[in-house]
């Protein structure tokens, strides 16, 4: 069955350094997510991205984040000076139409966990 | 705003026992619901959905009925094994009032022999 590969699936990093969290999605999905689930809270959205721009995004999303899709197969989320609460897990995940249309299902990846020290 | 709010974890169980875990929701229209699992080392499954009220979605076992009178969808199973072990998060989409999928805090259950 497909399905939708992260990496890494952990890492810790330095307050203040860049993060990178790649994502493979599955091949024929069009829409593709990141969401987090910090530590005993719930899984929050973050932003969507379809046809190589973002479509819509959180208010969490800042400026400190983006994605990117630098090639056919990976989705990348950027955090550019990470902060201790940018602890969390990070989900992608993808789909054939946009989320929340009808009973649109989002496949998910296992998720990277990111540590900030 | 639209939200979910989950039974709190954790949730322990013997093989064979009957689980419920009670999901409510707030949504400006009329969402889709859905159940997803997350076993061990993987990533969110999609375990069963409703688009409408009085539908009921079922896999394995596991069954959930959209009730708009209470705004609830809580998760069942009469049997519960030990491989059901994982963590259990409800959701709603509510599209076009909010586009982005709104996910309860997560129940994790575990289902001892």
């Known amino acids: 069955e497909p399905e939708v590969t992260q990496t890494p699936s952990h890492q810790v990093t330095q307050m203040g350094q860049e993060v990178i969290l790649r994502c493979v999605p599955i091949?024929?999905?069009?829409?593709f997510y990141w969401y987090r689930q910090i530590l005993g809270q719930k899984v929050e959205f973050l932003v969507s991205f379809y046809n190589n721009e973002i479509s819509e995004k959180s208010e969490i999303f800042d400026d400190q984040f983006s994605v990117e899709r630098p090639d056919g197969s990976n989705f990348t989320l950027k955090i550019r000076s990470t902060k201790l609460e940018d602890s969390a897990m990070y989900f992608c995940?993808?789909?054939?139409?946009?989320?929340?249309?009808?009973?649109?299902?989002?496949?998910f990846g296992a998720g990277s966990r990111l540590t900030v020290l | 705003g639209n939200s979910v709010t989950q039974m709190e974890g954790p949730v322990t169980l013997s093989e064979e026992a009957f689980l419920t875990i009670n999901c409510t929701y707030t949504?400006?229209?009329?969402?889709?619901l859905f159940w997803y699992v997350q076993y061990p080392g993987e990533g969110l499954q999609l375990l069963l959905k409703?688009?409408?009220?009085?539908d009921k979605g079922s896999n394995k076992g596991f069954e959930a009925t959209y009730r708009k009178e209470t705004t609830s969808f809580h998760l069942e199973k009469g049997s519960v094994q030990v491989s059901d072990s994982a963590v259990y998060f409800c959701?709603?989409?509510?599209?076009?009032?909010?586009?982005?999928?709104?996910f309860g805090a997560g129940t994790r259950l575990t289902v001892k022999p």
């Open positions: 409703a688009t409408k009220a009085d």
């Open positions: 959701a709603l989409s509510d599209p076009p009032n909010n586009n982005d999928m709104r």
């Open positions: 091949s024929n999905h069009l829409y």
């Open positions: 995940a993808s789909s054939h139409q946009r989320q929340g249309r009808g009973a649109n299902v989002l496949t």
């Open positions: 949504a400006t229209g009329y969402p889709s």
